[in-house]
């Protein structure tokens, strides 16, 4: 599926798509994102995602993983704004 590969960098001494997937995210969808169920720390888009389904996505996770791990997660990907 369409994704812009690794959404997140991996904190020191853990990875991204770990604490993404114990968090349950996998699966989770906004509009036509979706964090996918192959690999947690890639968004796919199912055929009509939007820039802003994406980004509510990441918000989401981020959010998620910070409540259950304490953690931060920084982003990979570069995102322009104009």
Do not use: Q, Y
């Amino acid at each position: 599926m369409p994704n812009s590969g690794s959404i997140f960098r991996n904190p020191p001494g853990d990875f991204a798509a770990r604490l993404i997937e114990t968090t349950g995210c996998k699966g989770w969808h906004w509009g036509g994102a979706e964090v996918s169920d192959k690999h947690a720390n890639f968004i796919v888009n199912r055929g009509n995602a939007t820039c802003a389904d994406v980004l509510a996505l990441i918000e989401r996770v981020r959010e998620a993983v910070k409540v259950k791990h304490g953690v931060e997660l920084e982003l990979e990907v570069h995102v322009l704004r104009a």
